[in-house]
């Protein structure tokens, strides 16, 4: 079984991911931030890297859903495939960051890679606003995230959410804003409340 969690830099997905792995026994597979040698990069001159930064990031996330599937175990995966090219890539393009012709080529090659692989079976999507993505990413303390823009942010969350709108697979909605389930112990039981829900019909429910 392949459970995913999506959403916007700073929203909480890889401290939940590392929570529901402990909780379920499922096996984690993280994104890869502090070994990608692009993204420091790329918060200094987002123009000159943004195609270099998408392409990596498509190949190994492309690599995580090879080998989902062929795994046994239930994988919880931080972050996916198809926000790299729903989100991040085309937002590029819309503020002059990739050119035309690299989301033409990126987008072509994204196509190919999903003719081949499917849903996963749980999508987790946190929501959140700006404000809150900005606190959270100031708090963590990286030292290439100081550098995001602002509008970049408000971009992603702008396409996150029309992506969201029309997904067709199995969703949760989580208001990452007020269910602060990496604090608070009775919050992070009522994603797991509406998690069981979902994978084993305890009752109806879908967003929080």
Do not use: C
Request: charge should be negative; avoid cysteine.
């Amino acid at each position: 079984m392949h459970i995913a969690i999506a959403g916007n830099i700073g929203s909480g997905k890889t401290t939940l991911t590392k929570m529901l792995a402990a909780h379920y026994g499922w096996t984690p597979k993280y994104e890869s931030v502090d070994f990608n040698p692009y993204l420091a990069d790329f918060y200094e001159d987002m123009e000159r890297w943004s195609f270099n930064l998408q392409i990596y990031f498509l190949n190994k996330r492309f690599k995580d859903v090879v080998d989902i599937a062929n795994s046994e175990d239930v994988i919880i995966q931080d972050r996916t495939i198809y926000e790299d090219a729903r989100i991040f890539a085309p937002n590029l393009h819309d503020m002059g960051l990739m050119s035309s012709r690299d989301f033409e080529n990126y987008s072509d090659l994204f196509d190919l890679m999903m003719s081949l692989v499917g849903n996963p079976d749980l999508l987790i999507y946190l929501k959140s606003t700006v404000p809150n993505l900005i606190a959270q990413i100031q708090k963590r303390g990286r030292d290439y995230e100081k550098s995001i823009r602002i509008d970049y942010l408000s971009g992603l969350n702008d396409k996150y959410e029309k992506w969201i709108s029309g997904y067709k697979g199995r969703l949760l909605v989580i208001d990452a804003d007020n269910i602060k389930f990496g604090n608070r112990p009775e919050d992070f039981e009522k994603v797991t409340d509406m998690i069981d829900a979902e994978l084993y019909g305890l009752f109806n429910q879908n967003n929080l």
